[in-house]
């Protein structure tokens, strides 16, 4: 992947759309002062994109879950009178 550069006033003013492109692309960023590479911004871990998993993935994972799961505990009856 290509490094791309910003600017130390661009990157101080657009830090978290950069963090967001670091953490979601796995793009680098070259930060520089008056032209000078000062520091660089890059994803933990090298260059491995994130692995998302698909939506639904875990369905059918929970065998049994009992009728009165969101009933009040006895214990809390009190309170809630």
Same mark, same amino acid.
């Given at each position: 992947?290509?490094?791309?550069? $910003?600017?130390? /006033?661009? $990157?101080?003013?657009? /830090?978290?759309?950069?963090? $967001?492109?670091?953490?979601?692309?796995?793009?680098? &960023?070259?930060?520089?002062?008056?032209?000078?590479?000062? $520091?660089?911004?890059?994803?933990?871990?090298?260059?491995?994109?994130?692995?998302?998993?698909?939506?639904? &993935?875990?369905?059918?994972?929970?065998? &049994?879950?009992?009728? *009165? /799961?969101?009933?009040?505990? *006895? *214990?809390?009856?009190? &309170?809630?009178?």
């Amino acid at each position: 992947m290509k490094v791309q550069e $910003a600017g130390l /006033f661009e $990157a101080k003013t657009h /830090f978290s759309e950069i963090v $967001a492109k670091v953490e979601r692309e796995g793009a680098v &960023y070259r930060i520089t002062r008056r032209g000078v590479p000062v $520091a660089e911004l890059r994803p933990i871990g090298g260059e491995r994109a994130k692995v998302r998993l698909p939506f639904g &993935y875990g369905a059918g994972t929970v065998p &049994y879950l009992a009728p *009165d /799961f969101d009933a009040p505990l *006895d *214990d809390m009856r009190d &309170y809630m009178e």
